[in-house]
């Protein structure tokens, strides 16, 4: 089994920075390759993928809408994925969500579904 449990939500103006932090536990503390990932949804809209780090090959992925502003990155001794969030906008306001997988198919580190883990979510909101 594993656990993960994000902190760092909060709220911020259009053009400041936001850290979100995952903690992961349990099983996946004894594998070497896996992914995590980071997802986010807004009220109304669908569940989007924000960004993946591939742990093991050091390779990550960014959706087109955060590329250059956000960055994933993961510290392995404490076992803590963090996205580092940088001139956020109104549109980045959502419920951010942590997730884990053990591999993910070619091409589809977006799709949720690939996903087995997530953690309870943490909220990030932009004021103009």
């Known amino acids: 089994q594993v656990r993960l449990v994000e902190t760092g939500g909060g709220s911020t103006q259009a053009g400041g920075s936001l850290r979100l932090s995952c903690r992961a536990s349990?099983?996946?503390?004894?594998?070497?390759?896996?992914?995590l990932g980071w997802f986010r949804q807004a009220p109304g809209k669908e569940r989007e993928g924000v960004a993946t780090?591939?742990?093991?090959?050091?390779?990550?992925k960014y959706d087109y809408s955060v590329k250059g502003r956000f960055t994933i990155s993961k510290d392995n001794p404490k076992n803590t994925l963090y996205l580092q969030m940088s001139s956020l906008q109104p549109g980045d306001t959502a419920m951010y969500f942590c997730?884990?997988?053990?591999?993910?198919?070619?091409?589809?580190?977006?799709?949720?579904?690939?996903?087995?883990?997530w953690g309870q979510g943490t909220q990030v909101t932009i004021s103009s």
């Open positions: 349990g099983a996946i503390e004894t594998y070497g390759r896996y992914c």
């Open positions: 997730a884990a997988a053990w591999r993910i198919a070619g091409g589809r580190w977006s799709s949720g579904n690939e996903y087995k883990y």
């Open positions: 780090i591939y742990i093991g090959f050091s390779h990550s």
